[in-house]
């Protein structure tokens, strides 16, 4: 750790996610990941153009770090589809994730329309950590069933593809093995594409040429100093972000309140560094000052190496 590393920016970064399948010319590599998604026991059929219905432009960008990032596209069936990228879980994910899948189905209607113009609304949310722990799966797709007879659908309109990646990200390939290939290959690229070479990268996706050429778009996006810029100011915010709703669980006792910023502390190192050095944890774990550990959730995310976080941690 003595020399000086870079800023880490992941393939899972929203900023970069909505500026490359945003672009037209990478329309191939958006319905290869669609349709990677309803490959895996979907039940739709697999999409053929993607529409964009509201491109991002990173030269346009206004750094309001408020907004949501996600992609929306329709195709030619007129589905819709909502691609979003999670890093930080908080408490209200689930809900949040039901309300735009709600918004993106009832905004197709303007009043005294006939519902029959509704149309389908599929989501695809990729996460970096587990929405449902007690599962193995990378791949949880949620729909509307009868409760004691999963064969009665109540209607198609709704489903929900939750592409959990922490279990792949901390080694666990074999949840690899219930999945189609395709999306197998993609988990592969959003899991580790900051840490392969192109020829490591073209190996374990059998030479897939979309993501091939996602690898070599992620590569210029992360040599890129305005967008290198504008992927850490996001990340400072989702990182504040998530220490303020991770926080106001315990909220109204110092000592849970310091042990919920304690966690959000170790959960930035932990997904920036992987391996954090156990002086490391046990100086966190002593701490009870909520606002001296508030400010190392900044520190956590805007150090470069993890010898400047143990400098600022002394």
Not at 6 to 27: G, M, R
Not at 36 to 54: F, Y
Not at 132 to 158: A, K, T, V
Not at 172 to 191: I, K, T
Request: charged share 25%.
């Amino acid at each position: 750790m003595t020399e000086k590393e870079p800023l880490i920016i992941k393939p899972t970064s929203d900023i970069f996610i909505v500026s490359f399948l945003s672009a037209p010319k990478n329309e191939p590599a958006l319905c290869s990941i669609i349709n990677a998604v309803l490959k895996d026991n979907s039940g739709h059929e697999l999409i053929e153009t993607a529409q964009v219905l509201h491109p991002f432009n990173i030269a346009e960008h206004v750094l309001d770090k408020r907004i949501a990032l996600d992609v929306r596209v329709k195709d030619r069936r007129k589905r819709i589809f909502n691609i979003e990228i999670q890093i930080y879980p908080h408490n209200a994910f689930r809900e949040r994730i039901l309300y735009g899948w709600a918004d993106s189905y009832s905004s197709q209607l303007i009043t005294g329309e006939n519902y029959n113009n509704l149309n389908v609304v599929i989501t695809i949310v990729i996460t970096e950590f587990d929405i449902c722990p007690q599962s193995n799966q990378i791949h949880l797709i949620f729909e509307l069933r009868e409760r004691n007879r999963h064969d009665l659908l109540f209607s198609n309109h709704l489903q929900i593809h939750a592409w959990q990646l922490q279990k792949l990200i901390q080694g666990h390939s074999e949840v690899l093995e219930s999945v189609a290939p395709d999306l197998a290959n993609w988990s592969q690229f959003f899991a580790f594409g900051d840490k392969k070479s192109e020829a490591e990268m073209s190996t374990l996706t059998n030479d897939d040429p979309q993501i091939l050429e996602a690898y070599r778009e992620f590569q210029l996006f992360t040599a890129d100093p305005q967008a290198r810029e504008l992927a850490r100011r996001r990340r400072l915010f989702l990182v504040d972000q998530y220490l303020s709703l991770n926080a106001s669980r315990t909220e109204g006792r110092a000592e849970g309140k310091a042990e919920g910023v304690r966690n959000s502390v170790l959960a930035v190192l932990r997904k920036k560094f992987t391996n954090v050095p156990q002086e490391i944890e046990m100086a966190i774990q002593q701490m009870n000052d909520p606002i001296a550990l508030e400010s190392l959730v900044i520190e956590a995310a805007s150090c470069q190496t993890l010898d400047e976080f143990a400098t600022a941690l002394r």
